[in-house]
């Protein structure tokens, strides 16, 4: 029997290398995932607290609402971001350090939610506050709609949160100003992200773009 050649055998090497790495960054990805997706279903539910407590009336205060909201989603923003690059700055072999970033861009996958929320947000809250009740609505619609945007990158079972989250939303826009209350936020976002969280967790791989 021939003997096998050493370029066959360190390219077969390398190549289990470079599965091995593939599958421990794809379960790296869907942990960090899965775990901003718990942290901000706790933040939400915590920021519903808060409001119950501090901000009875959002109508007679709307920028104390607002900022309580957009507090929390932007501390949940950071920690997504720490959780994403922190294996980048922490990474010592070579290859796993180039395929890195992919955890940092993967929060790209919600900006086509993100701005135009940003953007209302500011446009009501400034011009509009007596539109108030409009925003938890929307936001809920625009991340159902971020949810549908990143399908190709998450599990497939990701529609079942983009389509409670369309919805809810729709429900808060026919509540109008009822859906101020509380409850019309830390509801459907701690539970949305909550499932959303399971799903990451448990699912056994990601779906990959073709």
Do not use: Y
């Not at 539970?191 to 773009?209: N, W, Y």
């Amino acid at each position: 029997m021939p003997d096998e050649d050493p370029m066959q055998l360190q390219d077969a090497a390398f190549e289990l290398q470079a599965i091995r790495l593939h599958l421990a960054r794809a379960e790296r990805l869907r942990s960090v995932g899965a775990l901003t997706a718990a942290v901000a279903a706790a933040g939400s539910l915590l920021a519903g607290f808060a409001q119950w407590a501090c901000v009875q009336n959002p109508l007679a205060e709307p920028h104390a609402w607002i900022m309580l909201w957009t507090g929390t989603a932007a501390a949940c923003g950071v920690f997504a971001i720490g959780e994403s690059v922190r294996p980048t700055c922490m990474g010592k072999n070579g290859p796993d350090r180039a395929r890195q970033p992919a955890s940092a861009r993967s929060l790209t996958w919600f900006a086509p939610s993100v701005v135009p929320g940003a953007v209302l947000t500011w446009l009501i809250g400034a011009r509009l506050p007596g539109h108030l009740w409009l925003l938890p609505g929307l936001w809920q619609l625009l991340f159902g709609l971020g949810c549908f945007a990143a399908w190709r990158r998450l599990p497939p079972a990701t529609w079942i949160v983009g389509a409670f989250f369309l919805a809810s939303g729709t429900t808060c826009l026919f509540l109008q100003q009822a859906a101020l209350g509380p409850l019309a936020m830390a509801g459907p976002f701690t539970l949305g992200l909550g499932v959303l969280a399971a799903i990451l967790r448990h699912h056994e791989a990601p779906r990959q773009t073709p």
